[in-house]
T-cell receptor, first 111, second 112 residues
Framework: DQQVKQNSPSLSVQEGRISILNCDYT??????FLWYKKYPAEGPTFLIS?????DKNEDGRFTVFLNKSAKHLSLHIVPSQPGDSAVYFC??????????FGTGTRLQVFP | DAGITQSPRHKVTETGTPVTLRCHQT?????MYWYRQDPGHGLRLIHY???????DKGEVSDGYSVSRSKTEDFLLTLESATSSQTSVYFC???????????FGPGTRLTVT
């Protein structure tokens, strides 16, 4: 049973436009959510996170939104840049020692 | 960047042979993790450690064992490699009372 789901395996966006990556979860006990970015042949890198007590967290071009009633979070990238082309994983946790990852969404930003 | 290295970075081995992957950190973090990444499955936790000699199983632990005799090293062993263990393996670390994990560069393992 997949507790964290990324239903879109890929997304293609034009440079300068907004990229919206989505993630759904099933476990209401999750209290912290994270987004990671992964380039080919590299390890995932931490991007941005949000606690369940908040509904929005912003860091530069990246904003994460959390809708607890819908068990849904999204990552907005504005404006999108070619260097943002990567695989994005969402992850969730209900304590500090384990993360549950989604299957990833491949974002391609084209000129 | 967090000081995490993995060795080897690439390995090809035959079915039935034992394989050990090494993760080394210079951050003195308490928690260490081993994941595998496969298409369509994302990152799945194999084993993790919350201190020296303290380890626990993750989601996909069958066929794998781990050891942690020093804070800085976390070893993943495939006792008898199978083709289903062909994957990219990532090590990660995190500090106590923090959610964020930081990943190593990965080891690509091919079992023929």
């Amino acid at each position: 049973d997949q507790q964290v789901k990324q239903n879109s395996p890929s997304l293609s966006v034009q440079e300068g436009r907004i990229s919206i990556l989505n993630c759904d979860y099933t476990n209401s006990m999750f209290d912290y959510f994270l987004w990671y970015k992964k380039y080919p042949a590299e390890g995932p890198t931490f991007l941005i996170s949000i606690s369940s007590i908040k509904d929005k967290n912003e860091d530069g071009r990246f904003t994460v939104f959390l809708n607890k009633s819908a068990k849904h979070l999204s990552l907005h990238i504005v404006p999108s840049q070619p260097g943002d082309s990567a695989v994005y994983f969402c992850a969730a946790s209900f304590n500090t020692d384990k993360l549950i990852f989604g299957t990833g969404t491949r974002l391609q930003v084209f000129p | 960047d967090a000081g995490i290295t993995q060795s080897p970075r690439h390995k090809v081995t035959e079915t039935g042979t034992p394989v050990t992957l090494r993760c080394h950190q210079t951050e003195n973090h308490r928690y260490m993790y081993w994941y595998r990444q496969d298409p369509g499955h994302g990152l799945r936790l194999i084993h993790y450690s919350y201190g020296v000699k303290d380890t626990d199983k993750g989601e996909v632990s069958d066929g794998y064992s781990v050891s942690r005799s020093k804070t800085e090293d976390f070893l993943l062993t495939l006792e008898s490699a199978t083709s289903s263990q062909t994957s990219v393996y990532f090590c990660a670390i995190s500090g106590q009372s923090t959610y964020e994990q930081y990943f190593g560069p990965g080891t690509r393992l091919t079992v023929t």
